[in-house]
């Protein structure tokens, strides 16, 4: 029985590698001084994992941005408007890859980054490979041998973890028709078997392939192309030993297909299915060892010994200890890095620490089940019995249940999930309330939490800092903000949300039910890190959350102040959540927090208000069946938050990257009056969605990638909302960046927030014009 991680978190303990990039893309460190540090990190890892005595420890697990850019540069498929970039002499490899995903301004140049979207059902952004009809590849980057080769040198028994090739084609996008990106497997082969043979004269003995699809619904060309390229991998390589990795749900009906691959080892999700270890026990070939992922690597509850070892003695039972492997559910790229620098038991209380596991704790957890489940010896049982009693510990404690909440829920009936009027009706009456002109321009929450920001609210929390002397230092921040968004013209402003430190985690703060970390930092894209909130008890708002900003914001101008909210479903997707009930009510108790808070506002004399949902749609389900389940719920819990209030209150939502097409009438049911969506990289593709399926609601496309530093033109943003106006009316249409501006620079953001309105301006005359030429000529 063997141990192996499918992959480990590579921001490293204090997220050194989110500083030494942002350094490196300010200029303050040379490419040697990155380089230096993603090197310390990798062999940090592997050491971690090889000490607590792992058998296979992952290589290529690294990335300094994102796995799926890493083999989009590996296999040379660049696009190519980045050729430019790629022929100066003076830039380096690692320059065009954060080029393709950051967007580059300078030098003459000014390129739009690549489109990102979802990891399948997480929080994980990845960037989306762009393919052409008969596109050719090379191999254009060492990356993988290379970390393959620096494993072994450090001692290390290193297994090469690769995107399979069929995932990797399923991941990206066809930028032209006529093509079905399938068709490019034979082209992209080559290049696959070229980095396995040169693996193989390096040593490797085992090679990860991660194939996630193989759990999603796949069609028959799909399935063909799975088995043939498989096939001819084999072919050429028989001596290698191959990994095929599944994860985020279950085989299902591509079970049939996944045992029939020709590898040695499927590894298979018993967190998200494990029933599926019944179905695959019987009809598993004797050539085939299997993985069994029995510890989480999404959440960060304590792993069930008991129940693990269920799991792992049926399939020791079934096929022999030396077919056996244990392992994660996935990789732990979704979980913190180690719950051993949690050092303040005021922020995370002892009881609660005790149910919790970290990346550096599951690695420990996966070492002692392979014990377990041999000849333990005193130790590991005395860790066996420990284990139990945190178990039971939790099952039963005092901080989990609340009676009210539960009573709460139970009420809750279906009038409490509807606005009082139709939106036609709430329209005229907000048109009438708001006097908003044609294509109000508006931003989406957050500005730019500075240094200094940063810096006030770390004194504030350290106790440097008096609670008014912090507020005073607040206020002035938005203040400053409120009157230049006077300045430049906006049209519905925001506070800035200076006292926010994330969208998630300030709410999370003040709902009852949740706690926190202080450094429980997982990766969302790039160099940005979340540090979600853990939801481990029943949810309910103790007193008002945004009141006192957003009232003081909107006596600061007679303008418009949205109130910005963070909607339940996001709340519970970016949250760790508690897993002995239904995420659907959980998901309903933070529904009916937000609601108390949406009442508040509106009390307060706030007649905008904002309910990010973003996440809505990466939390569906990865197989279509289970759709409508999920969809009826998470829209629910929306429309229970939003529909407290008077037809005069205008509700608008947030969504982020995502396609919307099979989920267009979902979104019309929640029916928020302003749905604002990212769209600029996409170059408004998003909305052919929305025309399609007539949407009634007002809709604002965002003209703005605040997820790259390059600041586009007027020009650029007049062009966008042109092809805007090709799909949705003009009467439709809001203008805004495409998401919050947190994690830009004031001078980015001003620049871009006056082409912005001007855009907003022009687009507005240039309507109106060609609205007094039609009526003349008719």
Not at 64 to 69: R, S, W
Not at 90 to 104: E, H, I
Not at 622 to 638: G, H
Request: one cysteine or more; proline letters at 5%; glycine letters at 4%.
């Amino acid at each position: 029985m063997q141990t192996h991680i499918l992959g480990y978190p590579r921001i490293g303990s204090n997220r050194e590698l989110k500083k030494a990039c942002e350094q490196y893309w300010s200029g303050k460190i040379a490419l040697n001084e990155l380089l230096e540090a993603g090197k310390i990190i990798r062999q940090q890892n592997w050491k971690l994992q090889q000490e607590a005595g792992i058998d296979l420890i992952p290589a290529n697990d690294f990335s300094y941005y994102d796995q799926v850019l890493d083999m989009t540069l590996t296999v040379g498929a660049i696009p190519e408007r980045y050729e430019a970039i790629a022929s100066r002499e003076s830039n380096s490899d690692l320059d065009l890859y954060f080029a393709m995903a950051r967007g580059y301004q300078k030098n003459g140049l000014d390129i739009t980054a690549m489109e990102m979207t979802k990891w399948f059902d997480t929080n994980y952004h990845y960037i989306v490979p762009e393919f052409q009809k008969d596109q050719q590849f090379r191999l254009l980057s060492d990356k993988i041998i290379s970390e393959f080769i620096s494993a072994k040198q450090a001692g290390i028994n290193a297994k090469p973890v690769i995107i399979g090739l069929l995932t990797y084609l399923l991941l990206g996008k066809e930028k032209e028709s006529g093509f079905d990106k399938l068709d490019l497997a034979q082209n992209l082969l080559p290049v696959y078997t070229e980095i396995l043979k040169e693996l193989e004269n390096q040593g490797a003995e085992y090679i990860q392939f991660d194939e996630p699809f193989l759990a999603l619904d796949l069609n028959e060309k799909a399935k063909e192309t799975y088995q043939s390229i498989y096939n001819a991998i084999r072919e050429q390589f028989p001596g290698l030993k191959f990994i095929v990795a599944t994860y985020f749900e279950g085989l299902k009906d591509n079970l049939s297909l996944a045992v029939s691959l020709p590898v040695d080892v499927l590894h298979i999700d018993l967190v998200r299915l494990p029933e599926q270890l019944d179905e695959i026990l019987p009809v598993l070939p004797e050539t085939l060892s299997l993985s069994l992922g029995v510890v989480d690597g999404r959440n960060i509850w304590k792993n069930d010994f008991e129940k693990s070892l269920r799991f792992i003695k049926k399939a020791v039972n079934e096929i022999g200890p030396d077919r056996i492997f244990i392992a994660p559910s996935c990789s732990l790229l979704h979980s913190p890095f180690d719950l051993d620098l949690e050092k303040n038991e005021e922020v995370l209380t002892p009881e609660i620490k005790q149910w919790l596991a970290f990346a550096k704790q599951k690695v420990n957890e996966i070492v002692t089940l392979q014990k377990l489940a041999g000849n333990p010896d005193y130790p590991t049982l005395q860790e066996l019995a420990e284990n139990k009693k945190a178990i039971e510990n939790r099952n039963i404690s005092a901080l989990i249940h609340n009676q009210e909440v539960k009573n709460r829920v139970v009420v809750t009936t279906d009038d409490d999930a509807r606005r009082k009027s139709p939106f036609n009706v709430r329209k005229e009456t907000q048109q009438k309330v708001l006097q908003l002109p044609l294509f109000p321009t508006t931003t989406i929450g957050s500005f730019p939490q500075t240094k200094e920001v940063r810096n006030w609210r770390a004194q504030f929390k350290k106790g440097e800092l008096t609670a008014s002397h912090y507020n005073d230092l607040l206020k002035k921040e938005t203040a400053r903000t409120i009157h230049w968004q006077e300045e430049i013209g906006i049209d519905v402003l925001v506070h800035g949300e200076f006292e926010r430190n994330d969208m998630v985690e300030y709410f999370g703060e003040q709902l009852s039910g949740f706690t926190f970390t202080q450094n429980g930092w997982v990766q969302s894209y790039g160099s940005r890190c979340v540090k979600p909130p853990i939801i481990y008890g029943d949810v309910y708002r103790p007193h008002p959350m945004t009141v006192y900003w957003s009232e003081y914001a909107q006596s600061l101008t007679k303008k418009w102040v949205k109130g910005m909210l963070t909607g339940p479903v996001t709340i519970l997707q970016w949250s760790f959540v508690r897993d002995d009930q239904p995420r659907s009510l959980t998901c309903k108790q933070i529904a009916l927090a937000i609601r108390d808070e949406v009442t508040d506002l509106e009390k307060a004399g706030i007649r905008i208000i904002q309910i990010d949902e973003p996440a809505i749609r990466e939390g569906l389900p990865l197989r279509k069946s289970e759709w409508q389940n999920y969809l009826k719920w998470a829209v629910e819990a929306f429309r229970i938050s939003a529909s407290g209030v008077e037809d005069a209150t205008q509700i608008h939502t947030h969504m982020c990257y995502s396609e919307f097409n099979d989920i267009i009438q979902n979104i019309a049911d929640m029916d928020a009056d302003v749905i604002t969506i990212e769209c600029s990289r996409s170059q408004m593709e998003l909305l052919n969605a929305f025309a399609d399926f007539k949407y009634p609601n007002e809709i604002g496309p965002g003209v703005y990638d605040i997820h790259s530093p390059r600041v586009p033109s007027k020009e650029e943003m007049v062009e966008l909302l042109k092809k805007a106006q090709a799909v949705i009316p003009a009467h439709q249409l809001w203008v805004n960046p495409d998401c919050g501006l947190k994690t830009r620079h004031w001078d980015e953001t001003e620049k871009a927030l006056k082409a912005m309105v001007e855009a907003s301006k022009e687009a507005s005359a240039a309507y109106i014009t060609q609205e007094k030429l039609k009526n003349h000529w008719l």
